[in-house]
Every structure is written in structure tokens, then in C-alpha cells.
């Protein structure tokens, strides 16, 4: 039996370097992976083939494929969080990196969400959907949209998003954002549709496998509209009903991604370590690596979003609302509350320190 190391989002510290590989880096440094080596057709990927190569442990050895592929990464960041959730948000600048819009004039694709335009992220406010919301303020200014509504059905985690990411912080942007949740309004595709002046989308992402959201998705798309099938359906045979008519007429397109290139991940763990995008609003939970199985199985049980788990250490499984109860308990999880607290209660570089120091770290 050569059981795989699972844990496939990670990053970490260089403890030894062959002799190829030692004019590019040195122990001590820290990394970040890029999982998705796509090497000589193979999907073979850390977190899901190797029995020596994963996340979910406390050493691990890089494969050769890895260092030819460019996929270990310098990184210069101050805390390690950051640069393990580069992978997700990684899928999450692909996609906008990949929808497209066209010319009649000589058929080609202007890569990207239009610049100027409108932006609809249904079913938006989970963890990879806040990612969705952050990222186009981030954006280079002549290049982000105008407006951006984001829906969700579930009203806390519309409060949650608004407390993160809120209209006014986006206004000072130049963007105009917009939470709306469908089930509190009359005709969802009326009111969305307003919100646009009758314009509709002109980039559409659907950011949960439901039926019913991409066909809504394909109804609210402008002229040259690009809805980009972001949730992963576990269902191979899922399917939705589309609009061909607007397909042929006013040249409305679907596509979908799935993970995101070298590069997207080199923009994003670049930009978590500015400070202009801020991975942790993915972050819901905290643990060690004694808490990583039954995390695994439990998961579709366990509420929130990603799971962050410190492989030197071992800690339960613990939910960041939870600290602050927990700390008469326990004074670390005092000192993690009073982290958290002075970072609007998300996970940060201050609480990583405070963490790995009380395990001397």
C-alpha cells in the first residue's frame, strides 16, 4: 500500500536543496506550489497521486516534473496562509482572466471581462465567491468594471460579505456594488436586470453547480455577453437549458474554468503579499494536522469555508467565531480572538505568528 499525502492548496519552508536545484533556491525560504502541473498529459497533481508529495504533512519531497515546470514558487510574503490560498485564488483570476468578448470586425477575442462593464457573480457570497468579489477591485483601474452585483440566498453570509467587502469600500474604487439576495425580491430577473439599466451582464459567473442559476445567468446576459461556469458539479451529466437564439443573434457565449495557470498564481500570491487582495476571506476554520482526517471526512458537515490546517502542530479543528469563547479555556485562543479581532475578525499574519510562537514555532 502507498497510500497519497492528501492536501493539495499548501506552501511552506525549503529545508534542503539537491545540487540542481541549488542556484535557484535555499533552505529557509519559503515557497509556494502551484499544483496544477498538467505535465506531459498527465493530471497527476499533489494532494491527489503522490505518496511522498502533498500537503497534509510535515515534510515532503518536490517531484523532478514540479522543478521543470517552474511550479515551486519563490515567495516573499509575511505568513504562510497567504501563499497556500494562492491556488484558489488563482482559479478565481483565471476565470476572469479567461472569459472573452469578440469583434465582428476581424473575429478575435478580446481577453478578459470588459473593462467599464457589468459583472454578475451568482451564488457569490461562499468562500471562493468573496475571492470573486475582491479581486476585481484589485484590478488595475482601466481595467476593472463598473458594476458588480453578487447574489446569494443565504442573508448572513450577504451581511458577512457586505462587512467584508462592502459597497462603499468598492464605491471608493469606482465600482458599484450590489448584494442581492433573489428569494427577498419580486422578479429576480427584473430587479437584476435593472440594476444594469436594461443593459444585462456583460460577464457572467455562476459560482454554484444549481440549474436554475445558469439559466437565469444565460437570460441576464448583454450583447457579446460571457457567462463562465465556475462551480464544479459533481453530476456528469448536469446540464441547463440556454438561450440559443441570443447565441446566434447577439453573440452571447459560455465557457467554463477550472483552476488557473503559473501565472495566475504568480499575480495572486504578488498581490496577497501587497496587501491588495486579502485570501483570508476564505478562511472560516484553523487546525493542526492531528485534526486533518476527520476534517476530510466530515467536511460536507463542517459549516463555512476553507480549513486551514498548520502542519507542525496539532490543534483541533477550530472555527474563528469560536475563539473568543474559547479563551477561558485556553489563553491562546484569547490571544488569536484579540488578533482576529483587529482584522475584522478574518485570519492574519499577526494570529500566524501568535499561533506558530505559542507551539515554538
Avoid at 283 to 292: A, C, K, M
Wanted: glycine share 12%.
Amino acid at each position: 500500500m502507498n497510500p497519497i499525502i492528501i492536501g493539495h492548496e499548501f506552501a511552506g519552508d525549503i529545508v534542503k536543496v539537491g545540487r540542481k536545484w541549488a542556484g535557484e533556491f535555499r533552505p529557509g525560504e519559503k515557497f509556494a506550489q502551484q499544483p496544477a502541473l498538467n505535465y506531459k498529459g498527465s493530471l497527476a497533481s499533489p494532494g491527489y497521486s503522490y505518496p511522498f508529495f502533498g500537503g497534509d504533512c510535515t515534510y515532503c519531497v518536490i517531484p523532478q516534473e514540479v522543478m521543470e515546470l517552474g511550479c515551486l514558487l519563490h515567495y516573499g510574503g509575511d505568513s504562510y496562509f497567504q501563499a497556500s490560498l494562492g491556488e484558489p485564488m488563482s482559479c478565481i483570476i483565471g476565470a476572469y482572466h479567461a472569459n472573452y468578448h469578440t469583434s465582428k470586425q476581424d473575429y478575435s477575442h478580446a481577453m478578459g471581462v470588459r473593462p467599464g462593464g457589468n459583472v454578475l457573480i451568482l451564488g457569490g457570497c461562499g468562500p471562493m465567491g468573496l475571492g470573486a468579489v475582491e479581486y476585481p477591485l484589485a484590478m488595475d483601474a482601466a481595467a476593472r468594471p463598473a458594476r458588480l452585483v453578487v447574489t446569494d440566498v443565504d442573508n448572513a453570509r450577504i451581511a458577512r460579505a457586505g462587512e467584508l467587502v462592502s459597497p462603499e469600500a468598492a464605491r471608493s474604487r469606482g465600482v458599484d456594488l450590489h448584494y442581492v439576495n433573489p428569494r427577498e425580491v419580486d422578479d429576480q430577473h427584473a430587479h437584476l436586470m435593472g440594476l444594469t439599466g436594461g443593459h444585462g451582464y456583460d460577464d457572467v459567473f455562476v459560482y454554484a453547480p444549481v440549474r436554475e442559476l445558469a439559466e437565469l445567468g444565460d437570460r441576464l446576459m448583454a450583447f457579446d455577453g460571457c457567462m463562465n461556469f465556475f462551480a464544479g458539479p459533481s453530476d456528469s451529466s448536469f446540464s441547463a437549458s440556454i438561450n440559443l437564439y441570443n447565441c446566434h443573434y447577439t453573440s452571447t457565449h459560455i465557457m467554463g474554468t477550472t483552476g488557473g495557470n503559473t501565472e495566475d498564481l504568480k499575480e495572486a500570491i504578488s498581490m496577497s503579499a501587497e496587501g491588495r487582495i486579502r485570501p483570508a476571506v476564505m478562511i472560516t476554520h484553523v487546525g493542526g494536522l492531528d485534526s486533518v482526517a476527520a476534517a476530510v471526512s466530515d467536511l460536507p458537515k463542517i459549516p463555512g469555508g476553507k480549513k486551514l490546517t498548520y502542519t507542525q502542530i496539532d490543534m483541533p479543528l477550530t472555527a474563528i467565531e469560536d475563539f473568543p469563547k474559547l479563551a477561558g479555556k485556553d489563553p491562546l485562543f484569547g490571544k488569536l480572538a484579540d488578533c482576529c479581532g483587529r482584522h475584522n475578525g478574518l485570519w492574519n499574519a499577526e494570529a500566524e505568528r501568535a499561533l506558530l510562537a505559542h507551539f515554538g514555532q
